[in-house]
């Protein structure tokens, strides 16, 4: 009896052992499959990091709607350029008035605002002191000079007329300039504008002129010294406004002419 009861355990531990080891089997066979089922979940939750980027693209729209906005506030510049160059013209022409009557070296800031209607820190905004004014209406005198120059000579495409062109372009700004006045009632201030804009006028006559000098060169076969001309043109220039030649100026530019095919005639190097 003994015996019968010691075997009874064995057959039940063994089934114990079977079942725990069914059980183990189960757990390892599930285990791959209970290992793969987290890679799609792990891969639905990397899913989500797209959604920024559509939000991106969404906002993209946005910005770009802002730049109408950009294109608005930069026209604004152009509107206030466009005022300041009307005030800085009405500054420059005023106080070109005040040197002629007065010379410049009485010209002062408070007459400038007050003939020019506007007040100290509108004229401060432009220019930083008298000198200033000063440097800046010379520069606007000399391209004013340049660019009536190169006006008054577009339209000539022939050689021969655009000669012509500056010959008559030379004689209205004589006839008209005010060069002789302000050499009168400013004299320092006069000769060191003409010595600034000299040879840089200098080299606008060889521009213009570079047409009529490459004709008179096939023509004649010769070789000019360009920049020579537009020295001795420039100085026929300054020498009408200190000494004018009145009257008889129209009959001095066409001795002008004539010195110009004179030496045409001959052969000037280069060097």
């Known amino acids: 009896m003994e015996q019968t009861q010691a075997r009874v355990p064995a057959p039940a531990a063994k089934a114990a052992r079977t079942t725990k080891a069914a059980k183990a089997t189960k757990a390892t066979k599930a285990s791959p499959v209970a290992a793969a089922r987290p890679a799609p979940a792990r891969a639905k939750s990397a899913a989500p990091p797209p959604a920024p ?5 969404k906002a993209a729209p946005v910005e770009k709607a802002k730049k109408p906005a950009t294109v608005r506030t930069s ?26 009557q007065s010379g410049a070296e009485r010209i002062s800031i408070l007459d400038v605002c007050s003939d020019s209607g506007i007040s100290r ?11 200033d004014l000063l440097d800046a209406f010379s520069r606007h005198k000399r391209d004013q000079f340049h660019a009536r120059l190169i006006e008054a000579t577009a339209a000539s495409q022939d050689p021969d007329e655009r000669f012509q062109a500056v010959l008559g372009f030379i004689d ?5 300039s005010r060069a002789r006045r302000l050499l009168l009632v400013a004299p320092e201030y006069a000769t060191r504008w003409f010595q600034r804009i000299f040879h840089d006028s200098v080299h606008r006559f060889q521009d213009v002129l ?11 076969g010769i070789v000019l010294d360009r920049e ?22 129209r009959n001095l530019m066409r001795r002008m002419e004539r010195f110009v095919v004179m030496l045409l005639s001959g052969r000037v190097a280069r060097r």
């Not at 980027?53 to 693209?57: F, G, I, L, Y």
């Not at 026209?75 to 002629?100: F, G, Q, W, Y």
């Not at 570079?210 to 004649?220: C, I, N």
């Open 53 to 57: 980027v559509e939000k991106a693209k």
């Open 75 to 100: 026209s604004a510049p152009v509107k206030l350029n466009k005022r300041s160059s009307d005030t800085i013209a009405r500054i420059l022409a005023t106080t070109e008035e005040i040197i002629l």
């Open 121 to 131: 820190g509108t004229f401060y905004r432009y220019f930083s002191s008298q000198d």
């Open 172 to 176: 209205d700004y004589l006839e008209r």
């Open 210 to 220: 570079a047409p009529v000098f490459d004709a008179w060169e096939e023509r004649r």
């Open 228 to 249: 020579l001309i537009g020295e001795l043109i420039v100085r026929f220039i300054l020498s009408d406004v200190l000494v004018p030649s009145g009257a008889d100026r």
